[in-house]
């Protein structure tokens, strides 16, 4: 059984940094995509960035680019994003998820696995 799990989450004040894990178990990264999105209550679950495992292209949301950065660990099969110059907006629960393929998806539905979220709060 393939499970995602994510790590990282917490308060920060605006202007703070975080950075949030994704860890795979039951199966590697390779020849997937994996994404975060994140969630603000009472929104639709919004595309934050991906990356491909295999050559390491990745993608950003406009919110986000310049200020996040997604990355891949291949030895601990383990994906990150660093969040620097975070704003109250950022504020949501951020989910990991992975695709099997190679196409930057952006859509929530092209992908096929999901952790359980990790909680990130920017106070003002």
């Known amino acids: 059984q393939v499970q995602l799990v994510e790590s990282g989450g917490g308060l920060v004040q605006a202007g703070g940094s975080l950075r949030l894990s994704c860890a795979a178990s039951g199966r590697t990264f390779s020849s997937s995509v994996v994404a975060w999105f994140r969630q603000a209550p009472g929104t639709e679950r919004e595309f934050v960035a991906n990356?491909?495992?295999?050559?390491?292209?990745?993608y950003y949301a406009d919110s986000v680019k310049g200020r996040f950065t997604i990355s891949r660990d291949n030895t601990k099969n383990t994906v990150y994003l660093e969040m620097n110059n975070l704003k109250p907006e950022d504020t949501a629960v951020y989910y990991c998820?992975?695709?099997?393929?190679?196409?930057?998806?952006?859509?929530?539905?092209?992908?096929?696995?999901w952790g359980q979220g990790t909680q990130v709060t920017v106070s003002s």
């Open positions: 998820s992975a695709r099997f393929g190679t196409a930057l998806a952006t859509a929530p539905r092209a992908y096929d696995l």
């Open positions: 990356i491909r495992w295999s050559g390491g292209s990745t």
